[in-house]
């Protein structure tokens, strides 16, 4: 069908590289490029005796004209955008001049000021439509499935949606006092600024980790779930018809907070340069440079993951509510692909997204969120792919 070309090699590119391999007749050739060849060229000698024809390639993502460079070079079909969310626009500009679809699984974020939006993004729609292309935003999880969710949601069983409540429960363990799952300066910025909701054709503004909620997850069981902004709260809002409120609530345990607040009073998530030895260094950087791999967590968590999203709208004119979600197995997934199950339910669906435009089931040039297309063929391709589904229409509620 086409090659693609696959930007990073962390833990989520290392599942995106597996399950194009695993679907080669879609994915016939494959470049992983990153800053660290090496970190590429391990994942090619683990996956070279398969269909798929694996190359490698060092670039650097922040830079605009080595990234044409490898563009002109490989001509994939797609650009693959597992790097990081800095990274996203100058991945975008790339693609812009070398007229190839671009695709991610989180949205842009500034280096220097923590604060993640669609914004910068949306403002390429009329340069992508003019250039013949396609951006597919945030073919992640959440963002990602979670907006394919509220696709399928509003298709088949509203006429519209009032209320979304998107669940993310990380029922892992991985035996660690303090780890994050993904990358740890991206996870900690990330919890650690103001939460928001969206009702009433606003933000409500919270105070980190202000509001907590439990909720009794089907095979993972009771966990604390706080609220957070999140980057699909400001497509859902614009995109799904009906929305009064949206909101997002991920779980924490006590032991990952206690050590948060610790870190956070002693200055180590700060983002504000500071002087160290003659040398300027940003104190969250350094921490995540002393706290465990995200990848090497896969051979030692024990658990399950469990994503979805609470409807509440009406059709017909009556109220109805439905619940759909995925449930997965760390250890099953380090069984698979050698990551556990964060990475995987991130992995998995970049790699769908990518073959929906490779295939042309999703062909709209310009800059669309995952909600913005047909939600049935990437539905069926979750089921086919690792990541099955379930429903319900009786959910218990979240206040």
């Known amino acids: 069908m086409g090659r693609a070309l696959i930007i990073g090699a962390g833990g989520v590119a290392s599942v995106v590289v597996h399950k194009c391999c695993q679907n080669s007749e879609v994915f016939e050739e494959i470049c992983i490029a990153s800053r660290t060849k090496s970190k590429c060229d391990a994942l090619k000698e683990k996956l070279d005796d398969g269909k798929t024809i694996i190359t490698t ?8 004209s080595e990234l044409v460079q490898l563009i002109n070079h490989y001509k994939p079909d797609i650009v693959i955008n597992v790097a990081l969310p800095y990274q996203d626009l100058t991945i975008m500009d790339a693609c812009l001049e070398t007229k190839t679809n671009y695709m991610d699984t989180a949205n842009y974020e500034p280096l220097d000021t923590a604060k993640f939006e669609y914004k910068w993004q949306w403002d390429y729609k009329e340069k992508f439509e003019k250039a013949g292309i396609t951006a597919l935003l945030g073919s992640g999880f959440d963002p990602g499935v979670t907006g394919v969710f509220s696709a399928y949601a509003a298709k088949h069983y509203f006429d519209e949606i009032n209320e979304i409540d998107i669940l993310d429960c990380n029922g892992g363990d991985h035996g660690y006092p303090f780890a994050t799952n993904f990358n740890p300066e991206i ?36 966990k604390d779930m706080y609220l957070l902004h999140h980057e699909e709260l400001e497509s859902l809002a614009i995109n799904i018809k009906g929305i009064k409120r949206i909101r997002f609530f991920m779980t ?57 999203c609470i409807f509440i709208g009406k059709k017909d004119g009556k109220e109805k509510t439905y619940y759909v979600y995925n449930i997965c197995d760390h250890q099953e997934c380090y069984k698979e ?55 319900s229409f009786r959910p218990m509620l979240v206040d």
């Not at 390639?57 to 605009?64: E, L």
């Not at 692909?337 to 040039?365: C, E, F, H, L, N």
């Not at 800059?367 to 391709?381: G, L, R, T």
Request: proline share 8%; aromatic share 10%.
């Open 337 to 391: 692909v050698g990551s556990q199950a964060v990475s995987y339910t991130t992995g998995v669906p970049a790699m769908i997204g990518a073959m929906m435009v490779m295939t042309g089931k999703w062909d709209r040039p310009g800059v669309y969120n995952i909600e913005e297309f047909d939600p049935d063929p990437f539905m069926e391709a979750l089921n086919k792919w690792g990541l099955p589904w379930k429903e």
């Open 187 to 222: 996870n900690i910025r990330e919890v650690s600024a103001k939460g928001s909701y969206w009702e009433d054709g606003k933000w409500i503004e919270t105070e980190p980790m202000e509001i907590k909620r439990v909720y009794n997850f089907d095979e993972v069981g009771e």
């Open 57 to 64: 390639a060092q670039v650097n993502a922040d830079n605009v």
């Open 252 to 308: 924490f345990g006590p032991s990952y907070l206690a050590h948060l607040k610790c870190l956070e009073n002693v200055g180590m998530t700060s983002i504000k340069p500071i002087e160290y030895e003659g040398k300027m260094i940003v104190p969250l950087q350094f921490l995540k440079a002393v706290l465990p791999d995200p990848a090497s967590l896969g051979p030692r968590t024990k658990g399950k993951t469990n994503i979805g």
